[in-house]
């Protein structure tokens, strides 16, 4: 039997997972690397470090089925939409870094740039461009970092530069440019080069081979070479697939199998530092607040969108971080034990717990459904208290909020996209969690799909794999032959009048801090004016 390397690398770590062709996990490894601040709102990597994880995860969990490594025919790589910046000499980066995270907002004010031009490329992403692709960032380079830009050789999505470092091929993935650059496979000349020239970047295409027509996902990138090989582990020679970005890995791994007569009423959703929803259809569907629609970006011919909330799986890590009362710094030891005994206190109280506490959850901006990357939280009910009650009012204050937004997404995907959402497959770490779970299956509005599967992400990479490796033809037979068995939990009747009512008062809150901070944003604009020479 030949089996599948798939590797995964997501915000702070790359795990690397053994499957053979039906989709069975035979080993698992991790390895962590750094994530470098060298300034607000500035979140940057050193490649070598990254690359230096791949290995070291490949490694480890090729040794622990030594007897199957000869066996492996193929690999694939997914990563976070970040971007490596190749540039001659010195990292161009602040920090000595070479890539920007996704998290990265420097480009705040560039992407509102780019909103104020209008351009058609806005209606491929709900209206209003994300500090969080790569166009802001990068012009916000061109702008702040003159000498550094001039020395700029090429700029690629995170998966791309791995798989480059893996055979020594420059290629891109369709799925990065389609989600994340103004590009649209759509048309007959995909770059937004009217926009670019009008922005002052106009010599963003000609940098590496990202004028060169993209592969599509699960297509050979090229070969395994000796040296990549020497450092991984894996045989040499073997084909690595063209890669994708890990929330839409994830998606593959939880679709499940007979997915495209689901299509219009599964949603995937993908839970790690952040959260991603992304549906798929056979049209064109524009919906406002939400990127997308994204052409090719997974499967060849068909649309996907993308929602979602940025810094959800760290939104309960900074209550266990940051509260008087919090029992200690986050472990999933911990949030098992806060989860349980909120569960136990809700059996007692009911929805008179935390009644009065309520948040938007936009600590990084609105994914979805606004598509303001500038807005942040609201928070109500903060009082003086300190002790363990304020600790887990605010801990199940904040999953609440999660899952409320997640119905507030669901619903305007189907009032505004033409899907008919009805169902909800998560994934992720949060799956570790029972009170996120229970929260996900009563405040949603949908049924709950959970998957018998530990790595949804690598999952979804291993499908890809199998097809550049010719296991299976397409990413369609490599979703039917190797999804996991999934199971349905229905909405818990008591609660959904209670979660409900928690809804309608989110609602308003979301209403009001958009009316602030288009409030505040004048407030902004306003500058003292001088009279007689006195301020």
Same mark, same amino acid.
């Given at each position: 039997m030949?089996?599948?390397?798939a590797?995964?690398v997501?915000?702070?770590s790359?795990?690397a997972?053994? !499957?053979?062709?039906?989709?069975q996990l035979?080993a698992?490894a991790?390895a962590?690397?750094? #994530?470098?601040?060298p300034?607000?709102?500035?979140?940057?990597?050193?490649m070598?470090?990254?690359?230096?994880?791949?290995?070291?995860?490949a490694?480890?969990c #090729?040794?622990?089925?030594?007897e199957?490594?000869?066996?492996?025919a193929g690999? =694939?790589?997914?990563a976070t939409?970040?971007?490596y910046?190749? =540039?001659e000499?010195?990292p161009?980066?602040?920090?000595g870094g070479?890539v920007?995270?996704?998290m990265?907002?420097?480009?705040?004010?560039? =992407? +509102? *740039?780019?909103?104020? %031009?209008?351009h058609r490329?806005?209606d491929h992403?709900g209206? @209003?461009?994300?500090?969080?692709?790569n166009?802001?960032?990068?012009l916000?380079?061109k702008?702040?970092?003159p000498?550094?830009?001039a020395?700029?050789k090429?700029?690629r999505?995170l998966c791309?530069e791995l798989?480059?470092?893996?055979?020594g *091929?420059?290629?891109?993935?369709?799925c990065g440019?389609a989600c994340?650059?103004?590009y649209?496979?759509?048309?007959a000349?995909?770059w937004?080069q009217?926009?670019?020239?009008?922005?002052?970047i106009?010599?963003? %295409?000609?940098l590496g081979?990202?004028?060169? %027509?993209?592969g599509k996902?699960?297509?050979?990138?090229?070969?395994?070479?000796a040296?990549a090989?020497a450092a991984?582990?894996?045989?040499q020679?073997?084909?690595?697939?063209v890669?994708?970005?890990d929330?839409?890995?994830?998606?593959l791994?939880?679709l499940?199998?007979?997915?495209?007569?689901?299509m219009?009423?599964?949603?995937p959703?993908?839970a790690g530092t952040s959260t991603?929803?992304?549906?798929f259809a056979?049209d064109p569907r524009?919906?406002?607040g939400?990127w997308g629609p994204?052409?090719d970006?997974v499967?060849p011919?068909y649309w996907m969108?993308?929602?979602?909330?940025?810094?959800s799986? %760290?939104?309960?890590?900074?209550v266990?971080e940051?509260?008087?009362a @919090?029992p200690?710094q986050? @472990?999933?030891t911990l949030?098992?034990?806060?989860a349980?005994r909120?569960?136990q206190i809700l059996?007692?109280?009911?929805?008179?717990?935390?009644?009065a506490r309520?948040?938007?959850p936009d600590w #990084?901006g609105n994914r979805a459904?606004?598509?303001d990357?500038r807005?942040?939280?609201l928070v109500?009910?903060?009082?003086?208290?300190t002790?363990?009650?304020? !600790?887990l009012e605010?801990y199940?204050?904040?999953?609440r909020?999660?899952a409320l937004?997640?119905?507030?997404?669901?619903?305007?995907?189907?009032s505004?996209?033409q899907?008919?959402i009805?169902s909800?497959a998560?994934?992720?770490?949060q799956?570790?969690?029972?009170l996120l779970v229970?929260?996900?299956?009563?405040?949603?509005?949908?049924k709950?799909?959970? @998957?018998d599967?530990r790595?949804?992400v690598?999952?979804g990479t291993?499908m890809v794999?199998?097809v550049?490796?010719?296991?299976?033809?397409?990413l !369609?037979?490599?979703?039917e032959?190797m =999804?996991?068995?999934q199971k349905?939990l229905?909405?818990d009747p008591?609660?959904w009048? +209670?979660?409900d009512?928690?809804?309608r008062i989110?609602?308003?809150l !979301?209403?009001i801090?958009?009316e602030?901070?288009?409030?505040?944003?004048a407030?902004?604009?306003?500058?003292p004016?001088?009279?007689?020479?006195?301020?």
């Amino acid at each position: 039997m030949k089996h599948l390397l798939a590797i995964d690398v997501g915000t702070l770590s790359a795990r690397a997972g053994l !499957f053979d062709g039906e989709g069975q996990l035979m080993a698992v490894a991790s390895a962590s690397f750094k #994530l470098l601040t060298p300034a607000e709102h500035h979140a940057v990597y050193r490649m070598d470090d990254i690359w230096n994880a791949v290995c070291l995860a490949a490694m480890e969990c #090729l040794s622990q089925r030594p007897e199957l490594t000869s066996s492996v025919a193929g690999l =694939a790589f997914d990563a976070t939409s970040s971007v490596y910046i190749e =540039a001659e000499g010195e990292p161009p980066l602040d920090g000595g870094g070479d890539v920007i995270c996704w998290m990265d907002h420097r480009g705040e004010v560039e =992407a +509102a *740039e780019v909103d104020a %031009t209008g351009h058609r490329f806005l209606d491929h992403v709900g209206g @209003s461009l994300s500090p969080e692709t790569n166009l802001p960032k990068l012009l916000w380079l061109k702008r702040h970092r003159p000498a550094a830009w001039a020395r700029i050789k090429g700029a690629r999505d995170l998966c791309d530069e791995l798989a480059r470092r893996a055979t020594g *091929e420059d290629r891109h993935s369709v799925c990065g440019l389609a989600c994340k650059w103004p590009y649209l496979p759509d048309e007959a000349d995909p770059w937004c080069q009217d926009l670019l020239d009008g922005l002052g970047i106009g010599g963003l %295409t000609k940098l590496g081979k990202l004028g060169v %027509t993209p592969g599509k996902v699960g297509e050979v990138h090229g070969n395994v070479s000796a040296s990549a090989a020497a450092a991984m582990g894996v045989p040499q020679g073997i084909p690595v697939a063209v890669g994708l970005i890990d929330a839409e890995a994830g998606a593959l791994g939880v679709l499940g199998r007979d997915y495209l007569k689901r299509m219009n009423n599964l949603l995937p959703m993908v839970a790690g530092t952040s959260t991603c929803y992304m549906p798929f259809a056979p049209d064109p569907r524009h919906v406002p607040g939400v990127w997308g629609p994204f052409k090719d970006a997974v499967f060849p011919g068909y649309w996907m969108h993308e929602a979602g909330q940025s810094l959800s799986g %760290t939104a309960l890590d900074a209550v266990l971080e940051h509260h008087p009362a @919090s029992p200690g710094q986050p @472990s999933s030891t911990l949030h098992l034990e806060t989860a349980n005994r909120i569960l136990q206190i809700l059996e007692q109280e009911g929805a008179a717990f935390a009644a009065a506490r309520h948040i938007v959850p936009d600590w #990084l901006g609105n994914r979805a459904p606004l598509g303001d990357g500038r807005v942040r939280a609201l928070v109500t009910g903060i009082g003086p208290e300190t002790g363990e009650r304020s !600790f887990l009012e605010a801990y199940y204050a904040t999953a609440r909020a999660l899952a409320l937004q997640t119905r507030h997404i669901i619903e305007h995907l189907n009032s505004h996209g033409q899907y008919a959402i009805d169902s909800l497959a998560l994934a992720g770490g949060q799956l570790n969690n029972p009170l996120l779970v229970r929260l996900y299956r009563d405040a949603t509005g949908a049924k709950l799909v959970i @998957s018998d599967i530990r790595e949804p992400v690598l999952l979804g990479t291993a499908m890809v794999a199998a097809v550049a490796a010719g296991l299976h033809p397409d990413l !369609f037979a490599s979703l039917e032959a190797m =999804a996991p068995r999934q199971k349905t939990l229905d909405t818990d009747p008591r609660w959904w009048r +209670a979660h409900d009512a928690a809804y309608r008062i989110y609602l308003k809150l !979301f209403a009001i801090r958009n009316e602030v901070e288009t409030a505040g944003r004048a407030l902004a604009t306003l500058v003292p004016v001088k009279e007689s020479g006195v301020c």
